[in-house]
């Protein structure tokens, strides 16, 4: 099993500069990471060094509390993907999920995975704001939406992944969306044992340190 495969390089900090970014993306050539992932800002940067290469470029929007107008979002993956980016990782609208307005944030996500096409879309649900129905339901509304992943966490959150919101997550979507694991995943055996729960994919700002014992 290749760990390396399974990292989504990340650096969305605010104080990220233009040379970190380029940092990030050359140690992810270096690792052979799957992706990198960046503020929307930065796609371009990221694009220009990772053009010639197999990793993917994974844009946020809506990040980090996914409460801005939808069609500001779309506004958002739309800039990204003309910009180069493969993947939009997209924060849910949290504020209309707890108000009971699942349609409403199912609507949303249809609406920019249609814009962004062909392009994978991965749904961040915030699990350290939700109760378990509210986890339940957005898993459910990013399959009704025809999402590509869910994701536990933006990391900027009160809580990142945790083995029981992962499971709760496979339980739901079970083989009809892959996972995306975030925030806090700062060693081997913690990435591993996600994996062999079923995560497709881990975002982590510790990729080195994930590998390095390889």
């Not at 495969?5 to 969305?12: A, E, F, G, S, V």
């Not at 993306?25 to 503020?39: G, I, P, T, W």
């Not at 925030?183 to 591993?192: F, P, V």
């Amino acid at each position: 099993m290749h760990l390396n495969k399974y990292i989504d390089h990340t650096l969305l900090k605010p104080t990220a500069t233009i040379q970190e970014i380029k940092a990030l993306c050359s140690e992810a050539l270096k690792h052979d990471f799957y992706a990198v992932c960046v503020n929307g800002c930065y796609v371009k940067t990221a694009k220009s060094i990772l053009n010639q290469s197999d990793v993917k470029i994974a844009a946020v929007i809506g990040f980090p509390l996914g409460a801005m107008s939808t069609a500001a979002k779309i506004a958002e993956a739309e800039f990204c993907i003309a910009d180069g980016a493969d993947e939009i990782d997209m924060v849910i609208n949290i504020g209309w999920l707890k108000s009971g307005d699942y349609k409403g944030v199912e609507a949303e996500i249809s609406a920019i995975k249609k814009a962004i096409r062909n392009n994978v879309l991965k749904v961040i649900i915030e699990t350290c704001y939700l109760s378990e129905e509210e986890k339940r339901a957005s898993c459910q509304a990013a399959m009704n939406a025809k999402a590509d992943f869910v994701k536990t966490s933006t990391g900027f959150g009160t809580g990142g992944a945790t083995p029981e919101d992962v499971k709760l997550m496979k339980e739901v979507v079970g083989d009809k969306l892959q996972i995306k694991a975030s925030g806090g995943i700062k060693d081997k055996e913690t990435a591993l044992n996600y994996i062999n729960m079923g995560v497709d994919r881990l975002g982590t700002s510790s990729g080195i340190t994930l590998i390095s014992k390889e």
